[in-house]
């Protein structure tokens, strides 16, 4: 199953895929082993008589087009890192994202229905939207820490774990990426509504709670149990008990090891006192 995830964030219209335009598209695609990519697009509406007055206030879209269209161009592609502007067509912004999308799954904050509209999008445009599937950064997070408040952090180990386990769960459903990525610690964007922003937001959450964690510690080995003293030991301690036992005379004959009679073989006597070359 490919890993390839593609995190995406738009900015539209109005709420209704049909009746509705996307004016701003990112998409920053994620694969093992490789640099993340990320793509912008800004694209003028064709019909914003028919924009969702409430949408527009929401997304600031009369406040922020004039950072996009000081060139007059309808569609442009922005550099993420540097600002700057590329002219281009609607047509070649969906066969990006079909090429993106292919073995990928789509990535979101779950709250502008990206998918629907991407889909409708790359449709009027001749494109297919062949993406995988669709995963919801927002839901997965609240679900990795409702575990973590319920005590699971203890077996995950992870570094979020200590703010996690703080985390109220007391607003309603659905939950605010915002409140989310605040709750996780991660920085919130200076522009909210900046389509690019969200997808990185999207990004920072999915990878803080699918960081895999820590592997625990391996105790140190136990020391081996004692083993049964071999014969040379077992001798040595003999002898030093009969070394002690000539060096004090005035020991009582009671402490002194039993040797049958009151005098010792003298072979052992001179076995002991026998110096070694």
């Known amino acids: 199953m490919s890993r390839n995830l593609l995190f995406v964030a738009i900015s539209r219209t109005g709420p209704d895929p049909l009746r509705h335009e996307t004016f701003e598209i990112a ?29 527009l206030r929401r997304t600031r879209y009369l406040e922020r087009r004039e950072a996009w269209e000081h060139n007059g161009d309808p569609v442009i592609s922005l550099d993420p890192s540097l600002g700057t502007t590329v002219p281009t067509s609607r047509r070649s912004v969906a066969e990006k ?22 889909r409708e999008f790359m449709r009027k445009q001749g494109s297919p939207c062949p993406h995988l599937g669709h995963l919801d ?24 774990a200590a703010v996690a386990n703080q985390v109220d769960f007391g607003p309603e459903l659905p939950y605010d990426p915002f409140w989310i990525a605040r709750a996780l610690g991660l920085a919130l964007p200076a522009e909210q509504e900046n389509a690019y922003a969200r997808a ?15 592997p625990l510690p391996v105790p140190p080995p136990e020391p081996a149990p004692p083993g049964p003293a071999d014969a040379a030991e077992l001798l040595g301690d003999l002898v030093a008990t009969g070394s002690r036992d000539d060096d004090h005379p005035g020991l ?20 002991v006192a026998m110096p070694v070359a």
């Open 137 to 160: 950064a927002t839901v997965h997070a609240a679900g990795a820490m409702y575990g973590w408040a319920q005590g699971w952090h203890t077996c995950a180990q992870t570094a979020s």
């Open 97 to 118: 994202l079909a090429a993106a999308m292919v073995d990928a799954h789509l990535v979101t904050l779950g709250r502008d229905r990206e998918p629907e509209f991407l």
């Open 200 to 214: 990185q937001l999207a990004a920072a959450i999915w990878s803080t709670t699918t960081a895999r964690p820590a």
């Open 27 to 55: 998409a920053i695609l994620r694969r093992p082993g490789a640099p993340d990519m990320g793509r912008y697009w800004v694209i003028r509406p064709e019909h914003l008589e028919a924009a969702d007055d409430a949408e």
């Open 252 to 271: 009582s004959p009671d402490r002194r090891p039993p040797c049958g009679d009151d005098e010792r073989p003298a072979a052992a006597d001179q076995t």
